[in-house]
C-alpha cells in the first residue's frame, strides 16, 4: 500500500478536504514521483522504506493509554514523505533535512514527532553511532513534552521488549541507547552550553513562541559537519506575527509549496483554514485539524470544536480559538487596526521607483530607540508604500530585539533597517539625513513633501532646510482630529489594493502591532499591549494625511507629460 501517494491523489480530488497548502503538498508529492525519472532530479521513493517506519510507528504506544493505534492517513503522508524519499547517488542519505508540521492543537504532532526521535534512537544507522537527538523548545517546559512522550513511550517498550530493555537507559534528563551511544535530550535557552553539541535530530516545539532564531541558529550551527541530519519544526499558529515563525520560516515553507522557492531538502505540512469566513461551517474545521479524518475522533473532536467556537463568539474571543484550534496566524487584539491577511494580499514585488514623485513620512522616536522613514509613491490607480528605519542600541542589541521581537541584525542585512554605528548607542541623525539624501539622488526621486511628527524633529528639520530648502516640509499634527480620516481611508485602500507594498518586516509588524482608538473627534492608531513598535506606520501615515487628498486615479507620470501628445 503507497499510503502516501493514496492520501496525495484523494486531497487533490477532494475526497479528503483540505486547506490550500496541503493540497499544494499533495500536488508536490505527485510532481516529484514523476520527476524522479528525471536524471536532473536526484532523489527517488522508496515506499517499502517509507511503510517500514509507518510500522515501526504504529507499534508505538500512546502515552496515555499506552494503547498502539494505526497512524492517521494525514499522518501517514508526513512520515512517508520524511522516510520514503532517499538520495539516488547515496541511499542511506535522506532527501528532506528540514520539516515544518503546522496544525491546530490536539492534532498529534508531539506523539507523531516523539516516533520519529524514537525510531532515530533506536533503530537510525546513518551515523550508525552517537546520533544526538534534541527536543527543544523556546523554554524548559516546552522542550520536556516531546521529551517526556519519548520517555513514556520507551519505557512502555522496554517493559514488553528485553533487548530494548538491556540496550537503553532511561534517566531524568537523558534516554540513552547503550549499544550505539546515540542518547535524547530536551534542550532550550535555560539549559546552557552542551560539550559535543552535534544534534543528529533537532525537534523545535511550538516554534510560534519564539521571540528569537537562537534555537533554530543553534541547532543549525550544531548540523554543519552532519551530512543526514533533520530539523522538524512543530508548531500551531500564534498571535506575534513578529516571531521568527511567522516573519522568516512560514512564509519559506509557503513559498516551498508554492515553487516561487524550489528546496528539494525542504518539507512542509500546513493544516490551516484558508478564511475566517469558512470557520462557520464545521464541515470545513479538517482543514486545521485533519485528526478529524480518524471515525473513531470524529465526534469528541467535533464537539470540542463547536464549543470552543460557541463561547469564543459570546465572549469576544474568537482570535484565540481561531489561532490555537483553527491554526490561523491573527493579532492579538480584537481591536487591531488591521487584518494581516489584508495586508498580505496587498503585496507586491518590489517597483522600480526611479525618476518617480515621493512623499516622506517621518516619526523621530527616542534617540535611545528607532527612527522611521516610510514613503508613498503614487502609481496609476494605487500608492506604492514602503519604510527604512534606524535602530538604537544604547541599551544592548540583544535586549531591543529581545523587547520589539524584530531580529535587527537580519533586517539590516535585508536592507530594511540600519543598526546605529555611535559608540553611545543612540541613533545619529546626522547619519539619518545623510541616508535620505542619498536615497532621493540615488533613485532621482521627485520630492514632493516630508511629512513630519513635529516631536523631537528639529535636528533633522534644521539639516534639510540648509540643504534642500526646495524639499516642503509639512509638520502634521498629531491627534484625532487631523489624522482619523486618512487612518480610516489608509485602511480602506489597503483592503481595496490602493496601496500596495513590497516584503517589508518593520512595517509589517508596525501594521500587526496597530490597534484603533477613538475619542470624540475619530480615531487613531495605537500600540496595543502585546507588542509596541508600530513608529514605521505611524511615519506611513504622516505621509498618508497629505497623501490621500491626491487623485492617483488621473495619475500622470513625466514620461506622460514630456511625450509630445501632452497638452493643455
Known amino acids: 500500500m503507497n499510503y502516501v501517494k493514496d492520501y496525495a491523489e484523494k486531497v487533490i480530488s477532494g475526497e479528503i478536504l483540505a486547506g490550500k497548502k496541503v493540497i499544494l503538498a499533495a500536488k508536490r508529492f505527485i510532481n516529484d514521483l514523476e520527476r ?3 536524471d536532473d532530479f536526484e532523489y527517488y521513493f522508496d515506499n517499502e522504506r517509507a511503510n517500514k ?16 493505534y494505526p497512524l492517521a492517513d494525514f499522518q501517514r503522508f508526513i512520515i512517508g514523505n520524511m522516510y520514503g524519499w532517499w538520495r539516488k547517488d547515496d541511499n542511506s542519505k535522506r532527501r528532506f533535512r528540514k520539516g515544518m508540521l503546522s496544525m491546530a ?11 520519529v526521535a524514537l525510531y532515530e534512537f533506536l533503530l537510525g544507522n546513518s551515523p550508525a553511532f552517537s546520533r544526538q537527538i534534541f527536543c527543544t523548545a523556546n523554554d524548559k517546559k516546552q522542550a520536556n513534552i516531546v521529551f517526556t512522550m519519548i520517555k513514556k513511550r520507551l519505557n512502555s517498550l522496554r517493559s514488553r521488549d528485553g533487548d530494548t530493555k538491556r540496550g537503553t537507559k532511561v534517566v531524568r534528563d537523558e534516554i540513552r541507547n547503550l549499544d550505539d551511544y546515540s542518547y535524547v535530550r530536551a534542550l532550550s535557552k535555560d539549559t546552557g552550553t552542551v560539550d559535543g553539541f552535534e544534534p ?4 523545535l516545539d511550538e516554534y510560534a513562541a519564539s521571540k528569537t532564531t537562537e534555537m533554530m541558529e543553534l541547532l543549525e550551527s550544531g548540523q554543519a559537519l552532519l551530512d543526514n541530519s533533520l530539523i522538524m519544526i512543530i508548531s500551531t499558529a500564534g498571535f506575534d506575527l513578529n516571531a521568527p515563525m511567522h516573519t522568516v520560516e512560514y512564509p519559506y515553507a509557503t513559498k516551498v509549496l508554492k515553487g516561487d522557492i524550489v528546496d528539494d531538502t525542504y518539507f512542509a505540512y500546513i493544516a490551516e483554514q484558508d478564511s475566517v469566513d469558512e470557520v462557520e461551517d464545521p464541515k470545513n474545521w479538517i482543514k486545521s485539524n485533519p485528526i478529524l479524518a480518524v471515525d473513531s475522533l470524529n465526534d469528541q473532536v467535533n464537539g470540542y470544536l463547536q464549543k470552543r467556537w460557541t463561547e469564543a463568539k459570546e465572549k469576544g474571543t474568537k482570535n484565540a480559538v ?3 484550534n483553527f491554526n490561523m496566524w491573527r493579532q492579538a487584539e480584537e481591536d487591531s487596526y488591521m487584518d494581516v491577511e489584508t495586508w498580505e494580499e496587498a503585496e507586491i514585488e518590489p517597483i522600480d521607483i526611479t525618476g518617480q514623485r515621493v512623499w516622506f513620512g517621518i516619526d523621530v522616536g527616542k534617540s535611545s530607540d528607532l527612527y522611521a522613514i516610510s514613503w508613498l509613491i503614487p502609481q496609476e490607480g494605487y500608492w506604492y508604500a514602503n519604510s527604512y528605519a534606524f535602530v538604537a542600541t544604547k541599551y544592548g542589541l540583544d535586549a531591543k530585539i529581545k523587547a520589539d521581537r524584530l531580529d535587527y541584525r537580519r533586517l539590516q542585512d535585508l536592507g530594511q533597517c540600519e543598526i546605529t554605528e555611535l ?6 541623525v546626522e547619519r539619518v539625513y545623510q541616508w535620505l539624501d542619498d536615497f532621493v539622488t540615488q533613485n532621482d526621486l521627485d520630492v514632493q513633501g516630508i511629512c513630519f511628527d513635529p516631536a523631537q524633529y528639529g ?3 534644521t539639516q534639510i532646510e540648509k540643504n534642500h530648502p526646495e524639499w516642503e516640509q509639512i509638520s502634521i499634527r498629531q491627534g484625532t482630529l487631523t489624522l482619523s480620516m486618512p487612518t480610516k481611508q489608509f485602511r480602506d485602500d489597503v483592503l481595496d489594493h490602493r496601496i500596495k507594498h513590497p516584503n517589508n518586516e518593520i512595517l509589517s509588524g508596525a501594521i500587526a502591532n496597530a490597534v484603533l482608538k477613538s475619542d470624540n473627534n475619530g480615531v487613531r492608531i495605537d500600540k496595543n499591549k502585546y507588542a509596541n513598535k508600530i513608529d514605521a506606520l505611524d511615519a506611513l501615515l504622516d505621509a498618508y494625511a497629505v497623501c490621500f487628498r491626491e487623485d492617483i486615479d488621473n495619475y500622470l507620470t513625466s514620461e506622460d507629460i514630456l511625450n509630445s501628445d501632452f497638452g493643455f
Do not use: C, W, Y
Not at 517506519?53 to 498502539?68: N, Y
Not at 543528529?200 to 525537534?203: P, Q, S, T
Not at 559608540?423 to 545619529?428: L, Q, R, V, W
Open 36 to 38: 524522479q525519472e528525471d
Open 105 to 115: 492543537r490536539k492534532n498529534g504532532k508531539s506523539i507523531l514527532i516523539s516516533g
Open 459 to 461: 535636528s533633522l528639520l
Open 423 to 428: 559608540e553611545s548607542g543612540i541613533i545619529d
Open 200 to 203: 543528529h535530530i533537532g525537534i
Open 322 to 324: 481561531l489561532v490555537k
Open 53 to 68: 517506519v509507518i510500522g515501526f510507528m504504529e507499534i508505538l504506544p500512546d502515552p496515555k493509554t499506552m494503547q498502539a
